[in-house]
Structure formats: C-alpha cells, structure tokens
C-alpha cells in the first residue's frame, strides 16, 4: 500500500470545506445491508465531494492508516487520517470515535499553545456529537450480542469524561464544575431512562465524585441534589451490573461485574462519609419542601424516595408526603408510605391493607417483587422478622430474578437473630443466585463474620465475667458464713 497517497490526502482533504454528511446515503442501504461486512460498509460510507474510483479501497486505506498510527501513538500522523475519514466516511469503524478520541485528547495533552488546544476540544466534543448522529449505523456494524453497541447515555457519559480530564487549561473560563456536572448528569439521567451498554464505571464514579464536590462547596446548597445523584448513580451502577446476566462467558461476565462493583462500593462510601444521610438534617429540610409541594406529585415521589432510601421512613414529613400524594393520585410509593405511617400509629390491619394495595397498583410482576422487597425492608427495619421473610418468599414466587437480593435481606435477618451460620450461607446463595449481587454478598459475609467473631468474643468475656463473679460470691459466702461448705 502506498501510505504516502493517504497520509497525502488526508492532509489536504483535512484543510478543505467539506460536505456536510447526510444520512439519505446511507437509509437507501438500511433494509438489506450487513453493515457488520467491513468490504460492503466501506464501499457505502464514503460521502466526500472527490469522485473515487475504488470507494471500499479508498476508505478501507484510511482506516488501515489510522489504525497503524494509533498503534504507533503518533497522533500529529492519526490526525490527518482520522480527520478525513470522520468527513468523509463517518460510519466506516466505530475506532473513528472511539479512537479519535483517545488522539485528540493526546494532542490537547501535548498541544502547548492554547488557541490549539481550543481548536482540538472543539473536534473533541464534536466527536462525540457526530458519534451520537450516526449511532445507528454504526451499532449496526457490531454484530449483535458483541459489546460496543453504544448507547445515547454512554456517549454522552464519555463526553463529559473527556471534557472533565482535557478541558481544563483548553476552554478558559467556560470550565467549570457545573459545566462538568449537567454534562454527567444529562448522561446518568439518558441511562436511566432508555439503558446502557458501555459506560465505564469509573465514569459514573467521576460524576458523584463531581457532586460531592458541589455539595462540600455549596454550603448544604446542594444537599437535595446531591442525595438524589447518590440514588442516580446507584441505580446505574445497578443496571450495568444486570449486563452480566446476558453474558453467556462466565470470564466476561465477571469482568463486567468487577467493572460496576467498585465503583458502587466507592459511591456508597462516599455518600456514607458525606454526611449528607444525616437524619434531622434531612427533616428540617424536608418538612417546608414537602408543604410547599404538596400539590405536586412528582416532587412527593421524589422525596419519599430519598427519605426512604436513607432511614427516615418513619418520620412525620415522611408519611406527610404519602398522605398528600396518595390524596392527589394513589400508587404504589404512596400506597407503601400509608402502609409505614398505619405501623406507625400501631393499626396493623390497616398497614397490610395498604401493603396490598401498593402491590395491586403495580403494573407486572416484576414490579410487584420489587414492592414485596420493599415492604420486607420495611419489616426488617421495624424488627418484625417473620413478616419480613414471607414478603421475602413472596417476591421471588412474583420475580425469581429477585433471588440474590432476597437472599441478602434474609441474611440481614439471620444476623439480626444471632444465627451467623446461616446468615452466611444466605450471601453465598446470593452470590450464587445473582452475580451482579456477589460483590455485595461478599462485603456483608465479611461484616457477618466479624460480627459473629465479636458477639463469640463478647460470649467468652461475659463467661468470664460471670464466673469471675460467682467465684467472688462463693468467696463472700464462705467468709460470712453465709454459705455451708
């Protein structure tokens, strides 16, 4: 291959207008095309202005020069291949993108003139643009089953990384913390909503890690904020571990969940030293949001999600917001917070009645595990164990996926009852049951242990003590006589 030819034009196509790249080539091809093929994909990408004689050859070339030179790490090379192909033929690989990327922010790296490193953070976050414009295609170029197939939320997670580590020092005074945080969090709240499939879970540590900064500058300002990006980013943690299940490699499998796992035990210790969970902290703050919202529903949900997620679901603003909410439009959150308030005021009859109810107003079985699962953690939190466990034994009969979680719950109750053994054997069923739970199973198998050797040693010196005791007490009787030998 002559590597002068495209190293050549990707320079000089690289510093002319080109066309603006329009998808009307490439819906022509949609109904009967393998874009996974990269001969047949190559041969439709190419958009450019230049007649081509060979259109497969000519972008296949580019694509070979850009791979050589990424291996090579010569970026200053890369980026004129790169450049031509991103203009010229935007669905030919999916390394254009993920590639690029890894170059620009290299050159941003090495560029020392700011004006440049302005230059390339443009094309930087351009990338990601483009990437979002063509998605289609090219997932289509991944054959299905295989990772790489992006989603809207994981581009736009990566975005926000890339502008994280490389805007600083390039975009001035445009970078700042909020500007990283609202691009993080339109990223967390697209996967929340419509999935994920590649987000890198050091990325969703980065973007708590960006609250929680927010939060220690804001003078509490953020606090409310800051809870919620703490159930935000669990929650996607908690979806990107779910990919394990679908993958049939039990090698791949482990990988993805040791990629989730951290990071989650990372965001739970650092929202667990924020300080941010403190209980009369959140009612005084609570209480007038919840009045002042009492008419708004979404706001109600959203509060009792939070205050129930951090203990505070046997509170007065709590079961205000149930009542309120229940009273404009009753589901299951409400139903469940009417149930915790009729406990609360000790009509039992009346909580199960609610308890029902918000399992009724559940839409599928999948759902309605969910609830039983909640409700169980409500029992358990109010130490009525034999509830808990039939709610327990009641959500997988709905969603046997729920079998690890409520494993977890039920060793929860073991060792709430003092039955370590078989508290440990319910977080190795856990782990058995539902690998995207075996991270947490081990880490409170290990707490149980440690309880178990605590309450063991606690046993042996209250031994101790009460034989030291009774052997003071037959002392003093013998002495005054008390006692007959």
Known sequence: ????????????????????????????????????????????????????????????????????????????????????????????????????????????????????????????????????????????????????????????????????????????????????????????????????????????????????????????????????????????????????????????????????????????????????????????????KVEANKDNLNYLRSAMTVLAANECDDTDVYYKAAEYAYAIEPTYESAIGMARWSKQQEKMQDMLTYYEKAIELCKTDAIRGRICLIIAGSLINSKQYTGALMYLDKAVAYNNDLAGRVNLQKAIVSTALGQYDQAIAYCDQASSADITVSGTANRLSERIKEAQANAAANARAKAAYDAYIAKQKAEEDFWSGGKKK
């Open 1 to 288: 291959m002559n590597t002068s030819k495209f190293k050549k034009m990707g320079l000089v196509l690289g510093m002319t207008a080109m066309s603006i790249p329009t998808f009307a080539q490439y819906e022509q091809y949609e109904a009967n095309t393998d874009f996974t093929d990269d001969n047949t994909r190559y041969k439709i990408a190419y958009i450019g202005t230049e007649p081509a004689e060979d259109p497969a050859k000519q972008v296949g070339g580019y694509v070979t020069m850009m791979q050589m030179y990424y291996t090579s790490q010569n970026w200053a090379e890369m980026y004129d291949n790169w450049k031509w192909l991103i203009q010229n033929a935007p669905i030919a690989t999916v390394s254009i993108y993920a590639r690029g990327a890894v170059m620009l922010g290299n050159l941003i790296k090495e560029e020392t003139d700011v004006a440049k490193k302005k230059v390339y953070l443009d094309e930087l976050m351009s990338l990601f643009d483009t990437r979002l414009k063509y998605l289609k295609y090219l997932n289509a170029s991944i054959p299905e089953g295989k990772r790489g197939r992006a989603t809207e939320g994981d581009i736009l997670i990566a975005k926000a990384n890339y502008y994280h580590i490389y805007g600083y020092g390039a975009d001035g005074d445009q970078y700042t913390y909020q500007k990283i945080y609202d691009m993080y969090a339109k990223g967390i709240d697209a996967i929340n909503k419509e999935g994920g499939r590649e987000v890198k879970g050091a990325y969703i540590q980065y973007f708590f890690s960006v609250s929680n900064d927010l939060y220690k500058l804001s003078n509490d300002y953020y606090r409310e904020q800051f809870l919620n990006d703490y159930l935000n980013s669990k929650e996607v943690c908690e979806k990107m571990l779910q990919l394990a299940k679908e993958e049939t490699d039990p090698e791949k499998a482990q990988k993805i969940v040791e990629e989730y796992d951290r990071p989650l035990a990372v965001i739970e210790q650092v929202f667990a030293e924020s300080g941010a969970a403190n209980r009369e902290q959140l009612i005084a703050m609570f209480t007038p």
